[in-house]
């Protein structure tokens, strides 16, 4: 038997070069789409003669609608081992296996740190600066050693963030909801009160929280009128932690600083977003788990995904 395999949103076409796909081309007729598709319809569309898709992230949601129209799909496997995005009650009920790979937590951490150093030290206005018109220092760095670094959310990632604060000689604080004063001290930081006084005193404020019903709009109007005017916030988890409106309004009025962003409600990130024009905003297009390690383990592994369907023993199922 013959699978007709799709990757989807491959954007580097990083799928070839990391996959291993050698191991199964006599079972395996593979397609790699670089593109990204917003309409289910056109979606679909692409996608309804495949047996095996691979997607990446959430880049492409997966609901039940999208499910019932693709009949031939028998495994969908998506980078990491969570993925908000793909209906999987729906996968279950019309017999489509979905199968995960493991991912690393340091590329993130590495991309938040890149984020805060770069606004703090003004990288974009400096750099460009030296590029274009010859002006030679233009603007003051922020100081971290000595400035309160506040984290919402102190996981895996938020934790790696808190070690690399410290050793800038930060002050670290964080809050969630679930955060108690005993794991916050095995961390080395402090346990704010609330979210309130930890967005009131920080200088920096980062996001490390999954996406749900009670952490969507985490930071809203309110909460960002807590923040220093002197402040950024940093959110490389999900766009749906902040109200981008209220950010985007904060940010043109200049009541926070700025913000470094690597995550959108909408991806590809449109023309028109204005956070491609506020001078403030600090922006990467989804670069978190981007890396060399992250796409090897991933394409190497969906392989195996692959391998273990074949074989009829599914490995790395996500229930």
């Given at each position: 038997?013959?699978?007709?395999?799709?990757?989807?949103?491959?954007?580097?076409?990083?799928?070839?070069?990391?996959?291993?796909?050698?191991?199964?081309?006599?079972?395996?007729?593979?397609?790699?789409?670089?593109?990204?598709?917003?309409?289910?319809?056109?979606?679909?569309?692409?996608?309804?003669?495949?047996?095996?898709?691979?997607?990446?992230?959430?880049?492409?949601?997966?609901?039940?609608?999208?499910?019932?129209?693709?009949?031939?799909?028998?495994?969908?496997?998506?980078?990491?081992?969570?993925?908000?995005?793909?209906?999987?009650?729906?996968?279950?009920?019309?017999?489509?296996?979905?199968?995960?790979?493991?991912?690393?937590?340091?590329?993130?951490?590495?991309?938040?740190?890149?984020?805060?150093?770069?606004?703090?030290r003004h990288l974009?206005?400096?750099?460009?600066?030296?590029?274009?018109?010859?002006?030679?220092?233009?603007?003051?760095?922020?100081?971290?050693?000595?400035?309160?670094?506040?984290?919402?959310?102190?996981?895996?990632?938020?934790?790696?963030?808190?070690?690399?604060?410290?050793?800038?000689?930060?002050?670290?604080?964080?809050?969630?909801?679930?955060?108690?004063?005993?794991?916050?001290?095995?961390?080395?930081?402090?346990?704010?009160?609330?979210?309130?006084?930890?967005?009131?005193?920080?200088?920096?404020?980062?996001?490390?929280?999954?996406?749900?019903?009670?952490?969507?709009?985490?930071?809203?109007?309110?909460?960002?009128?807590?923040?220093?005017?002197?402040?950024?916030?940093?959110?490389?988890?999900?766009?749906?932690?902040?109200?981008?409106a209220a950010l985007?309004?904060?940010?043109?009025?200049?009541?926070?600083?700025?913000?470094?962003?690597?995550?959108?409600?909408?991806?590809?990130?449109?023309?028109?977003?204005?956070?491609?024009?506020?001078?403030?905003?600090?922006?990467?297009?989804?670069?978190?788990?981007?890396?060399?390690?992250?796409?090897?383990?991933?394409?190497?592994?969906?392989?195996?995904d692959i391998q273990?369907?074949?074989?009829?023993?599914?490995?790395?199922?996500?229930?």
């Amino acid at each position: 038997m013959t699978l007709k395999c799709a990757v989807i949103d491959d954007y580097q076409e990083a799928s070839r070069r990391f996959g291993g796909w050698d191991y199964v081309a006599d079972q395996v007729e593979l397609s790699v789409f670089t593109d990204h598709l917003d309409d289910e319809d056109a979606v679909a569309a692409r996608l309804a003669g495949f047996d095996v898709l691979v997607i990446m992230r959430e880049r492409t949601p997966f609901p039940a609608s999208l499910l019932k129209r693709l009949p031939n799909l028998k495994l969908l496997i998506t980078s990491g081992m969570r993925n908000a995005a793909i209906d999987l009650v729906a996968a279950r009920a019309l017999g489509v296996t979905v199968c995960g790979t493991a991912s690393n937590s340091q590329p993130p951490a590495e991309l938040t740190w890149a984020l805060i150093l770069g606004l703090a030290r003004h990288l974009t206005v400096e750099t460009t600066a030296f590029r274009s018109n010859g002006r030679w220092q233009q603007t003051v760095g922020m100081d971290l050693h000595g400035a309160t670094l506040g984290l919402l959310g102190l996981g895996k990632i938020g934790s790696q963030i808190a070690q690399v604060g410290m050793a800038f000689g930060m002050d670290v604080v964080a809050w969630s909801a679930n955060l108690t004063a005993e794991r916050a001290a095995a961390a080395g930081v402090r346990l704010a009160a609330s979210k309130d006084e930890l967005l009131a005193e920080a200088d920096i404020v980062s996001l490390h929280l999954v996406l749900g019903e009670r952490t969507r709009d985490l930071v809203g109007e309110r909460e960002l009128a807590l923040m220093k005017p002197s402040s950024y916030l940093i959110n490389t988890s999900r766009a749906g932690l902040v109200d981008q409106a209220a950010l985007v309004s904060a940010l043109a009025e200049r009541r926070i600083a700025g913000a470094g962003l690597d995550v959108f409600d909408a991806e590809p990130l449109p023309h028109d977003s204005p956070f491609r024009d506020l001078p403030n905003v600090l922006a990467t297009p989804h670069l978190g788990y981007v890396t060399d390690r992250n796409y090897r383990g991933y394409f190497e592994q969906a392989v195996e995904d692959i391998q273990a369907l074949l074989e009829g023993a599914p490995i790395r199922v996500l229930n």
